[in-house]
């Protein structure tokens, strides 16, 4: 039987990719930004999942205007690193579960939730800047250490999801997980985030006690943090903050209790806060 | 339908929701082509006749020609689409931000460094006008 | 204040276009058919609806298999007739309430279903036939007698969402349309079945039990009947008779007590049964 | 995964779910393309260069140059893609359902008018396999 083991939380600004690709990784701008990734990245090497469910939302390069998915599954063999308007990033070729994510996507609809499936699609920097940041370093010829099922959010159009029907599709996709007959190691993404705007006169707003108690009742109240209203997102993280009700999909597919056991926050990347969580299920 | 949301008074901020989308449909999709080497070079090797390929409202295309970055938001733009044209023209989302702030790259980025705009004095419209701003 | 009038229930097949387009319906073969739209046409005129809310399927015609979503909202200021492999059909533009469509998409979000916005989309005889049998003959230079907004849902690809869930929705999109501020009369539209399987050997099953009942108990036990299982709409109205769930999203739209004011039954229309039914929501 | 499921055992029917998604999926949107004239034109002058875009197996391949309906759909094939193909064979739902159930079109246009097939010993596989039907 699959089963999810753990939740990674991460940010996934487009800057990390980039001084990732341009070897800029250790300058005094970014060092303190990426130490706090070394030991994200050795966890990860140990975790060794099969499968990453990668949570995250397209910045307007896959899907346009003319069709806006609320959730997206992605069920095609491979995906390509998209070119956001400076070329793809140099990364791998990310490769699916196809069946695995065909199972999901039928236990999900039977489920209740009325996602889209994808049999097509290019990633963008939502995608892959979290794979970075959890695997390293990997060129283009290289392969990603996991398979990789995307499930793409809309956040840039309001309204997204809401938190808490975000939380229930988590619980949705543990169930679909769980009953799939193969036995594999599954670790959830929940990626975007922390506090930022990018936009207008208000650009540039950082909430760091907003993000820190986001992050602190991940662990202590993940219910009522999903409880939250788009509104409180716009006001104290930012029109752009908004990303993190995608955070609660990681969360409901985790047990109700789980383990805190690496945090990582740093104030600025590019225009944004970075966090970073990693949350275990207590051993069985 | 003029209804009132909740998060009008939000300062500085616009929302992209389903009334700014539909607004700014032609103006996005215009941008989002900007995705694709091919469309960027045949935007910018004559900008007005390859506008002419988006029906978009004289005030948004004139937005456009005059890289208005706030003028395109206020029409239905939203800064995912809009950040495509100002890659096109090399410019990145932090030097955007020192552009539509008003305050310029460096204090910007100063600001950035310092951790960040506080959210004390930047969570309701009211708290601006007592400021000022606008 | 918007509200739901009444509803209609209607299959979609395409011949029914056919027919009408080429002249056909007073043949031996249609007569029979169209006579029992007489009635529905002359409703139609007094019941005069401001907008119609279309639930429909689209045929692989404005979605390939790349993308599939479960439940899709038109709102795009005006959708034209697609190209299904002989021409369009020769009738008007199917204009949109744009205002409206994107509150009811706001409102679906917020109520967590998980739509996708489509901004631009062709229609095919899913969606127009319906048109063309309660609004009659209409020229491509003519406009159709109402506003449409479309509702394009996934039956093509199994599993369609369920019964219970396009139940719900119908809910809910009463409840989007009572929030609606300007004074509209809006008739909801569930379209497609009755019986019939298009393909392979068992090709051209028709159950004239099956249906006659489905139609009693969208009167009688809507909530039951929603709660019909998939497999049982395959294996007794055939492969392509489990298009009728989404009869359920029109039905859950209604008042839980209606008055059923037209119905007709006919076998066949090419491969199908055509039914078709008429519920008003009681006066208040 | 080999998970049995609850509709395997209707008789002459393909349930078209994720399996079959994934296994037609190029068959299928070579189907697709046939919605319009310009592709039908490009592939009715040359088939097997006009197949060589969609990199279906060769067993899909040479289903769709033989026209095989019946095979196409247990190659992941969905009617409502393959009846694209049969329109623009000239074929139109109710020929080809002649054609996949074997009856021929005046055969089968007669079940329709006299009501059509009946449900009854067509419900399960093994009514059908009590009939020796296959
Ligand atoms: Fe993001
Ligand atoms: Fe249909």
Redesign the interface.
Same mark, same amino acid.
């Given at each position: 039987m699959a089963r999810i083991t753990a939740g990674v939380g991460c940010s996934h600004v487009?800057?990390i990719g980039v001084a990732m690709d341009t070897g800029n990784t250790k300058d005094a701008y970014w060092e303190p930004c990426f130490d706090g990734f070394e030991k994200s990245r050795e966890w990860m090497k140990k975790a060794n999942p099969d499968v990453v469910f990668l949570v995250y939302n397209d910045?307007? $390069?896959a899907f346009?205007?003319?069709?806006?998915? $609320?959730?997206?599954l992605g069920?095609a063999a491979e995906f390509h690193p998209?070119?956001? @308007?400076?070329g793809p990033r140099p990364v791998p070729v990310v490769k699916n579960h196809?069946?695995m994510s065909?199972?999901i996507? /039928?236990s999900l #609809? !039977?489920d209740?939730?009325? #996602? $889209? #499936?994808?049999?097509?699609m290019e990633v963008d920097h939502g995608l892959t800047v979290p794979l970075s940041v959890m695997f390293g370093e990997h060129g283009v010829d290289d392969e990603w250490p996991a398979l990789v099922i995307p499930l793409c959010v809309n956040v840039? /159009? *309001?309204? =997204?999801?809401?938190g808490?029907?975000c939380f229930n599709l988590g619980k949705a996709i543990r169930r679909a997980i769980e009953s *799939? +007959?193969?036995d594999l190691n599954v670790v959830i993404f929940g990626t975007g985030g922390m506090?930022h /705007? !990018?936009? *207008?006169?208000?650009? @540039? !707003?950082?909430? /760091?006690?907003?993000d820190t108690d986001f992050l602190n009742r991940l662990t202590t109240d993940p219910v009522g943090l999903s409880k939250m =209203?788009?509104?409180e997102y !716009?006001?104290?993280a @930012?029109? +752009?903050g908004v990303e993190m009700v995608m955070w609660h999909i990681m969360r409901g597919a985790l047990d109700d209790e789980v383990t805190e056991v690496h945090r990582h926050y740093h104030?600025?990347a590019?225009?944004t806060?970075v966090g970073h969580i990693i949350l275990e299920n207590k051993k069985s | 339908m003029g209804t009132r949301k909740d998060y009008d008074d939000i300062p500085g901020t616009y929302v992209f929701d389903a009334d700014a989308s539909r607004e700014g449909y032609h103006l996005n999709q215009f941008c989002i082509s900007m995705r694709l080497q091919k469309n960027r070079d045949e935007f910018n090797s004559d900008e007005a006749a390859y506008l002419d390929k988006f029906p978009m409202t004289a005030e948004q295309r004139q937005a456009v020609l005059d890289r208005d970055w706030n003028g395109m938001l206020a029409l239905g733009g939203n800064i995912y689409y809009t950040s495509k044209l100002a890659a096109n023209d090399g410019i990145n989302f932090q030097q955007l931000a020192g552009i539509m702030t008003g305050m310029g790259q460096e204090k910007y980025r100063k600001m950035m460094l310092d951790g960040g705009r506080s959210p004390e004095g930047n969570r309701y419209q009211s708290e601006w006008d007592e400021k000022g701003e606008s």
């Open positions: 487009p800057a910045h307007c $390069t346009d205007a003319s069709c806006i998915p $609320t959730f997206a069920c998209a070119d956001e @308007g400076w196809q069946k065909s199972h996507a /039928q #609809i !039977l209740e939730f009325d #996602i $889209t #499936i994808m049999n097509e840039v /159009q *309001y309204p =997204p999801p809401t808490n029907r *799939y +007959e193969e506090s /705007q !990018l936009q *207008y006169k208000r650009a @540039g !707003l950082i909430n /760091q006690d907003f =209203p788009h509104v !716009l006001r104290e @930012g029109s +752009e104030v600025p590019s225009n806060a | -």
